[in-house]
């Protein structure tokens, strides 16, 4: 039986959801997974949910002293098995004085992970995201004389490729959730083999809301309906969403616009509302659970998106499985899941007034679209459903993604170039 450790940043976790699909749909097929977290899982409910418990995860954090010291001897003694990372480090590239004592740290901690995995005969591990966790997972797996692998999303491969060009020099593989992401890579890094990136979609579950009506028209409402969910981040830019607020305000537009979620930006954005006097029109939710979602997704008549950079993000595929209308920036892989016009909208990232325009263009369509079953905002909302239910399906795309690792692992086996076929168009 394979041995594969599963290292997350934090494992597990709510926005991540599909690390657990992965980890089981690997379990299902006879793998022995060890999963790990490089900081604390805070979430008690929710490993009971899945069961789990802490101990069953290796976590790095808190850092033990007697460990951290068996890691510096371990390093010590297999030194040159990571020479050319600490060589990368210290004399290549030019990343700032403090970033490279941030990676000469998270080497230590790479053989502290190693040190954690010694006596489990580890054949391989998978790294989630390209942030410091796959420097971690990768100095480990030198250590260990054994394979690493990595997942790219969005923001660790656009926004922040620390070190990227040796992480991708050294994996066995790497998977990524688009199309336009592994184009991305072979244009960055040209060095890589192509066969090395798959292409491994993400997708949600397909029966959320099944209870959803067939016209999934929503609630009437007094005035228009917008909502956001997101973490309150800055890379989701929410703050872009109520300068557009306060345009439409000064449209004339009667409209109500929810945010769902919770983060370091709250303070920030009810600061903006206040100041922008949209007391009136802006709500921040905070959390919302998840059970409660379908009552907000049904009751808005327009999904948005302003995020600055993301991957394919899953709540378009939430909102578009329930049959919302969903507008968002034609940014990296967004137009592989939403067809302008036909399962949805997007706007020219950035440009306030070109979302206040579709927002208003929206607002009209709505107001006078006659609900029939022949109408163009209901094939929108069937198409929607059927791309995501073809295309980012979770059950299918986790089958896929285990079976891509398999394949790229088991040393008899030829892999192809990558998973996933173009995207159908709808």
């Keep these: 039986m394979l041995t594969i450790a599963y290292l997350a940043n934090q494992f597990p ?146 926004l922040h490729p620390l070190y990227l060009d040796t992480k991708l020099k050294n994996c066995r593989y790497c998977v990524t959730i688009s199309e336009y992401n592994r184009r991305n890579i072979l244009d960055h890094f040209p060095g890589i083999d192509p066969r090395k990136i798959i292409v491994s979609r993400l997708g949600v579950d397909p029966f959320l809301a099944t209870n959803v009506s067939r016209s999934s028209a929503p609630t009437p409402q007094s005035g228009f309906t ?101 507008l968002a920036p034609a940014i990296t892989g967004v137009p592989e899941l939403i067809i302008p016009g036909k399962t949805g909208f997007l706007y020219a990232p950035g440009h306030l007034e070109d979302f206040v325009q579709r927002i208003r263009f929206l607002q009209f369509v709505i107001h006078f679209d006659d609900q029939s079953s022949t109408s163009r905002l209901n094939w929108i909302r069937h198409a929607a459903r059927v791309q995501v239910l073809r295309n980012f399906n979770r059950e299918l795309n986790v089958n896929r993604f285990s079976n891509a690792l398999l394949r790229m692992i088991t040393p008899h086996e030829r892999s192809s170039p990558y998973e996933g076929p173009l995207l159908q168009q709808i």
């Excluded at 950079?309 to 969903?326: C, F, H, N, Q």
Aim: proline content about 3%; charged content about 20%.
């Design 13 to 158: 976790s709510a926005v991540e959801p599909y690390v657990s699909e992965e980890i089981r749909e690997l379990r299902r097929q006879g793998l022995n997974v060890i999963p790990g977290s490089v900081r604390q899982p805070d979430l008690l409910q929710r490993l009971s949910s899945e069961g789990m418990s802490r101990s069953s995860i290796l976590c790095l954090q808190p850092v033990r002293v007697r460990t951290l010291l068996q890691a510096l001897l371990l390093a010590a003694t297999r030194w040159r098995e990571i020479s050319s990372l600490l060589a990368r480090i210290l004399l290549q590239g030019n990343e700032s004085p403090g970033r490279r004592m941030r990676a000469l740290l998270h080497t230590w901690l790479g053989a502290y992970y190693a040190v954690l995995l010694q006596e489990c005969a580890v054949d391989h591990i998978h790294v989630h995201h390209g942030y410091f966790g796959s420097w971690i997972a990768m100095v480990a797996a030198r250590l260990l004389g054994i394979s690493f692998s990595l997942t790219l999303h969005g923001s660790d491969l656009l």
């Design 226 to 326: 917008l909502l956001a969910v997101g973490r309150l981040h800055a890379v989701k830019d929410h703050a872009f969403l109520v300068r557009a607020c306060a345009r439409l305000r000064d449209t004339g537009l009667d409209f109500q616009c929810a945010i769902a979620g919770e983060g370091p930006e709250r303070q920030r954005l009810r600061l903006l509302i206040r100041d922008y006097r949209l007391e009136g029109h802006v709500t921040l939710l905070g959390h919302i659970a998840r059970e409660a979602m379908d009552a907000l997704y049904r009751d808005a008549q327009v999904v948005v998106l302003t995020s600055v950079s993301e991957g394919i993000p899953l709540v378009l595929m939430e909102a578009m499985v329930r049959r919302s209308i969903v």
